[in-house]
């Protein structure tokens, strides 16, 4: 099964470190990131979930639930949770699932035969409060995630679902945005942005971020 951008994300029941999760009662009205791992005890894999459990103050303030995943036995995520801590110094704060039938693997796409046919590649999915999938991101199993990234993109998704706009290269919180293109009634425009705008091109409008008090 390939999964895509706006596709509903699989329903699932797995057993996790948090006991057994039914995934969208588990997320309920939340967003949710969900990534894999290719193996537990591997170096990379620690940094990125102590990274990730360092981070939840993040995500919350974002209305974001993380559950990770590794194909290994709940025994193995249990005594690996300790070493996270023991290297990273931030303690395993979200549920890691342990997928060592495969299932949720499969239901996501997260083996790549190519790459390894035991071992998940690292995916992430973005998944919103009414269960589409809205980024997917695929790394190798050498490359560890960039974390701040994630959280860019989940800030691009929020603020764009809620105003006209989308968001330029290399933007970040807090920087202008581009008026989406289909907007071309000058009043409306007027209206929807007080702060005003400037027009670069016809297709090509900036203006502050809606959501951010003036400077």
């Known amino acids: 099964m390939t999964l895509r951008i706006g596709d509903i994300a699989p329903d699932f029941n797995q057993d996790s470190t948090e006991g057994p999760i039914q995934f969208h009662q588990w997320k309920a009205n939340h967003w949710a990131v969900l990534f894999s791992h290719p193996k537990n005890f591997t170096p990379v894999c620690t940094t990125e979930l102590g990274e990730a459990s360092r981070l939840k103050p993040e995500f919350d303030k974002r209305n974001v639930k993380v559950l990770g995943l590794s194909v290994d036995k709940l025994d193995d995520h249990h005594s690996w949770s300790k070493d996270i801590e023991e290297t990273q110094g931030s303690k395993l704060n979200f549920p890691l699932l342990a997928d060592h039938d495969k299932k949720v693997s499969g239901l996501y796409d997260m083996i790549h035969p190519n790459a390894s ?10 998944i919103d409060p009414q269960n589409k999938v809205r980024l997917i991101l695929t790394y190798p199993a050498s490359a560890g995630r960039n974390f701040t990234e994630i ?11 809620n105003y006209k706009v989308a968001t330029p290269v290399n933007w970040k919180d807090g920087d202008d945005v581009i008026i989406v293109p289909s907007l071309q009634d000058k009043a409306e425009m007027d209206r929807l942005f007080p702060k005003g705008y400037k027009v670069i091109k016809p297709y090509l409008r900036t203006t502050p971020q809606p959501n951010k008090p003036n400077k």
């Open 151 to 161: 959280l860019r993109v989940i800030d691009s998704l929020q603020l764009t679902d």
């Open 117 to 126: 046919d035991t071992m998940t590649v690292r995916s992430v999915f973005v």
